[in-house]
Structures are given as C-alpha cells and as structure tokens.
C-alpha cells in the first residue's frame, strides 16, 4: 500500500483518485480547490483531505496533479503551498494534467534539484474512460521512476506507456488531440452528408463502423450528433480550444504545419460564439446544420 496524494477533483481526478483508494486500497488524501467536492469524495471513498497542496504531499510516496491547465498546476505545484514544497526526498510528482511541454520539463528540472522524480503523464479516454478505469497514459520522465509508478497508474489505465524523456507524454497528447479533431470533423461532415440525403443513419453507421471509417467519436458520438445534442456530456470546447492552442504552440517551434488543426481551431471558436462553450467536442456538427 502506498502513500498516495491527489490534488484536483474534476470530472476526470474524481474517479481516478477513487480507484486508487478503492482498487489499490492506497492510503489516499486529497485536495482540491472547492472543499465540497473533497467532502465528496470522502463521503464515497474514505481517505482523507487536507487544507493546501503542501499539506496533502507531506510524506507520500507519489503526488498526482490533474487540473485544467499551465497555470493551475503551477498554482497547486509550485510556491510555498504547492507540492513540491511539502514532498519528501526520493518522492514522485504525476501530472495528469493536459499541459505543455515546456510546463514538464520545468517540473522536472525542480524536481530533480529537490530530490524528487516527475512524470509527465496526460490521459485520453474521457471522463467514461477516468469512470471506467479505461484511460490511455501516455507518459514522459526516465524508465526508472515510470517502473515505479507504473502498478499505481494501471488502477485505472487500459494502456500505459513510457514515450520518451521529460514532455514526451505532453508532446504524444498532441498529437492525440490533433488527430482527434480531424476525426470528429471528418464525422460531422459525412452524418451531415448522410442526413442531407436522406439515408437511415443507423443503418449506414451499423455498416461503415465495421471497416475502415470506423472511430471511437463514431461509435460514441454518432446518435447525439444525429441528433443536435452535446450539452451535459463529453469534452468540453473549451478544453478542445486550451488543447489546440497548445498544438499550435509547440507546432511553431518544431516546424510542424497544422494547417487542419488551425482551421478546426476556428470552427471550435465558431461554437464558443453560439454559446457552445461547454457542449462536447462533437458539436462541429452544429456548424453544418440547417438554420
């Protein structure tokens, strides 16, 4: 059993810290900004909660961050009251959190001149797969520290996988996130066609979703966006737009063109403006929509 903080309760740190505490029965203590979510928890998972960052690392054996971007992990990593301040010698930092690259490798250089080991370890598989215990961690840092966590990070993974050195894990999240987009918009735009067509759409999706079309946002998502809804469910816009923002970012530095990513980047900002902020990644369908 190990000693195991988790900071940040949203839709996605809530299960996967539960499966910590109730799957690998760890001595779990959280934190998290809104006291009543972490009351929450308590109340479903046992454990313990405590007032800071600082306060909830004191003495564990691995820290887990998963927030909403650069800012809020350096908010709850860094400074007096953050993690890294109350960590001990020889402790590991995992930031679940979809950030840049940039971010994981400052967390790793403080991290080292601590004592400390850090992994860069962003998830895909949505807040079904965080529900679920099915997440994808795709994970940057040394192969030693990624050994040691890797039994505790399996609680709630369905792959689990070292890329490469310190922003790896970020840098392999990117490239998920691009490829995402494209997906979802080159499936917005065939139900579109098909609706248009009038084609019976669950016969068509029964057909195509056996061969080479076939996706997750498609077997997932193809119903409601048949069907206008995206609200209450999913990835948020607004994550989508923080996450290109991100690609775009880093695809100015290594030279990388994205010209597909940048569009779709506008689209999400289009949805963002009819006031789609929260509906799910999904929604690009709306765009193509009759009025």
Known sequence: MA????????????????????????????????????????????????????DAARDADFVFTCVGNDDDVRSVALGEGGALAGMRKGAVLVDHTTASAILARELDTLAREGGLAFLDAPVSGGQAGARNGQ???????????????????????????????????????????????????????????GQRAGLDMEKVISVISQGAARSWQMESRW????????????????????????????????????PVTALLDQFYAQIQARGGRRWDTSSLIHLLARD
């Open 135 to 193: 997440l994808g961690v795709m994970v940057g840092g040394d192969p030693a520290t990624f050994a040691r966590a890797k039994p505790v990070l399996d609680l709630y993974s369905r792959s689990c996988a070292l890329i490469g050195p310190a922003g790896s894990g970020q840098l392999c999240k990117m490239v998920n996130q691009i490829c995402v987009a494209g997906v979802v918009q080159g499936l917005a735009e065939g139900l579109n066609f």
């Open 3 to 54: 000693r195991i903080a988790f900071i940040g309760l949203g839709v996605m740190g809530y299960p996967m810290a539960g499966h910590l505490r109730k799957k690998g029965n760890h001595d779990v203590t959280i934190y998290n900004r809104t006291p009543a979510r972490a009351a929450q928890w308590i109340g479903e998972y046992g454990g313990a909660g405590a007032p800071s960052p600082r």
């Open 223 to 258: 119903q409601t966006m048949c069907e206008g809804k995206f609200d209450g469910f999913g990835f948020a816009v607004d994550w989508m737009r923080k996450d290109l923002a991100i690609c775009l970012q880093e695809a100015r530095k290594n030279g990388a063109r994205l």
